[in-house]
């Protein structure tokens, strides 16, 4: 019997990469002081949600995504680290 283990993403559309140049050098500055900040509102979910701006040191992005997790231990996910992420789980659980 082939054990089929496959991590899967959901609908959402974040993370994404996003082009800096397209946002605000404040904007940009505030995500790599802090990790993250506001940007706006996306309606697209069951409730309104909040999108950040991230700056990702490891691959040298700015990304947008929504809050993960509970407070006070929300955070959001680099694109690619969530995909090296889900990859390396992937090859361990086909391992097994």
């Not at 979910?45 to 006070?72: A, Q, S, T, V, W």
Request: glycine share 6%; with cysteine; net charge positive.
């Amino acid at each position: 019997m082939e054990d089929n283990h496959k991590i899967c993403y959901g609908p959402s559309k974040y993370p994404m990469e996003i082009d800096a140049r397209k946002v605000s050098l404040f904007k940009r500055i505030i995500a790599r002081i802090l990790g993250y900040v506001k940007l706006y509102k996306d309606y697209g979910f069951k409730r309104p949600e909040n999108i950040y701006l991230g700056y990702c040191g490891r691959h040298k992005i700015y990304f947008l995504d929504y809050m993960h997790g509970y407070e006070p231990f929300q955070y959001i996910d680099c694109p690619y680290c969530q995909k090296e992420f889900f990859e390396e789980l992937d090859k361990r659980l086909k391992e097994n």
